[in-house]
Each structure stands twice: as structure tokens, then as C-alpha cells.
């Protein structure tokens, strides 16, 4: 895919669409109100790692048709798992690469959520990097409501995003609440009118792609994960270390000669 070009698609109930620099995934599939199917977790995890690979691609959009953005797992495939609960496999085991591929992309991945976001649905936005919402969407983890568990690793996703305690209030009532509570809450970075949501999540991934150096992208969320778990000072080591080595990239002197010239930055592709 070339930058400037569009190519639209929808297959297993999700949408594929590229403009420019920035890729919009959109959760369609209006009979079940984009609940997701295996495919549409696997469509949605294969679209996420061929951006990820991508050099042309430099950002990602997330979001949903509709009044949805994903109102979590299928119930109906649940009913059957309940009566004939699955022998579990390494493939079982290996889903979740599928439902947090936001966070294993190399590329800044924005979620764009215009409605209803639970279950399944608001793992994968907790996997996003930036969530802007729709005012007056609605969240709810819904795990305890449904007699399961903090699936996927959101139980590490949420409390980073919303402190402990928040996030076991979330996770243990299962209640529903608003865009605007999960801007207080730090869960959402910002709050738009319904109509401006997508222009405006499009808007940012274009900034992000247009003045932030790819490769500086890329690292630094690879830093977020693991110096998050790392002693200061042997995070501090490791970003030194990542420093001293951006020095030789030449990401730096075409950073240095853009604001110079004020001109905006033609940093090369990555990866």
C-alpha cells in the first residue's frame, strides 16, 4: 500500500480502509451489533500485524459501524461453550495475540470508540494506544456479569490505565458507565461529539504520522512495556542505552534540519 492511496474492504465483519498514512479497522457486523466471532478476532488481529509491517502505513484507527463499537464476545458462541466447554490447545492459549494485537503493533494505534464498548470490546480498546470516545458512549467490563474472569490481560491493561482500585471497581461490578466517567477516570483521552469523533481521531493518527518519526514510535511503546517493570535505574539504563543509540539514526539530524527549516519532517519509514 502506497501513501495517498485508498483500498476499502470488509471481510468477517471487519472493515479495512487506507488513506494516506493511517489505516481505519472498523468492527461491521450489524446483525450482532459488532459482537465479535473467531473471525472477526482473527480478521481483526492478521489486519493489526499486516499494518505493524507496513512501512507505508504509519498509523492505525480502530472503531465501530454503527452504534457499536463492540459490545464484546458473541453470546450465542458462549451458549455453546457452556454446554460443551472446549478441551484447551496451545491455539487456545495463543487468541489473545488476536484481541491485543494494538499494543504487539509497532505503529501508534488510536481507538475510536463511538458506542458500546464491553467485554472483549473493552479489552481490545485497553490494548489501543490513545481511546477517544463518543459522548455518551457507554463501557462496562461485564466479566463478573457473566460469571468469567478479567479475560485477556486486562487485568494488567486496566490498572495502568485507571489505578488499582479503579480498576477492581470496574472489574468486580461489571457496571456500566459513560464516556465522560472514563475521562475522569483516565481510561479515555478525550471526549467528542458523536459526529467528530472519527474526523478526529483520523485528524491526530495523521499528526502522529506526519511529525513523529516511526522508529521513535515504535521503540518508545516497546519501552512502556517493559521498562514499566523494571527498577528505575535499570530502566534508566536501558533508555540510555536507546539513546545513545538514536544518536547514529538518521531519524536525529532529520528531526534537527525539520525544525531548523520549519518545515515538516521527512523521516524515513520503519520497519
Keep these: 500500500m502506497s501513501p ?31 459482537a465479535m ?7 481483526y488481529g492478521t489486519l493489526l500485524r499486516r499494518a505493524g509491517e507496513d512501512p507505508a502505513i504509519r498509523a492505525v484507527v480502530v472503531t465501530g459501524a454503527g452504534r457499536a463499537f463492540c459490545p464484546g464476545a458473541d453470546l450465542g458462541l458462549l451458549d455453546d461453550i ?17 484481541v491485543l494485537a494494538a499494543a504487539f503493533t509497532p505503529k501508534p494505534v488510536i481507538a475510536a470508540i463511538n458506542g458500546g464498548c464491553a467485554g472483549l470490546g ?16 457507554k463501557f462496562a467490563t461485564s466479566f463478573a456479569r457473566r460469571g468469567l474472569v478479567a479475560e485477556y490481560g486486562v487485568a494488567k491493561l486496566l490498572p495502568e490505565l485507571v489505578g488499582r482500585g479503579r480498576a477492581l471497581d470496574l472489574l468486580l461490578s461489571g457496571r456500566t458507565f459513560t464516556a465522560e466517567q ?4 483516565g481510561l479515555v483521552q478525550e471526549v467528542v461529539a458523536p459526529e467528530d469523533l472519527l474526523p478526529r481521531a483520523r485528524e491526530y493518527a495523521t499528526e502522529l504520522a506526519t511529525h513523529s ?42 528531526g534537527l534540519a525539520s525544525w531548523n527549516e520549519r518545515r515538516p519532517p521527512n523521516f524515513p519509514a520503519y520497519p
Aim: aromatic share 6%; charged share 25%; net charge negative.
Design 37 to 43: 466471532d473467531q473471525a472477526m478476532q482473527i480478521r
Design 213 to 254: 518519526a516511526p522508529r521513535s514510535m515504535a521503540i518508545m511503546k516497546e519501552q512502556l512495556f517493559r521498562e514499566a517493570a523494571l527498577p528505575l535505574e535499570a530502566a534508566a539504563k536501558e533508555a540510555t542505552a536507546l539513546m545513545l543509540d538514536s544518536f547514529g539514526r538518521p531519524e536525529l539530524p532529520e
Design 182 to 185: 472514563a475521562f475522569d477516570y
Design 122 to 137: 473493552f479489552v481490545v480498546a485497553c490494548a489501543a494506544d490513545i481511546r477517544f470516545a463518543a459522548a455518551g458512549a
Design 4 to 34: 495517498g492511496s485508498d483500498q476499502q474492504s470488509t471481510v468477517d465483519g471487519v472493515g479495512h480502509v487506507v488513506d494516506g498514512a493511517v489505516a481505519t479497522v472498523t468492527f461491521d457486523r450489524p446483525a450482532r451489533h459488532n
Design 82 to 98: 457452556s454446554s460443551a466447554p472446549p478441551t484447551a490447545d496451545l491455539d487456545d492459549h495463543e487468541g489473545f495475540r488476536n
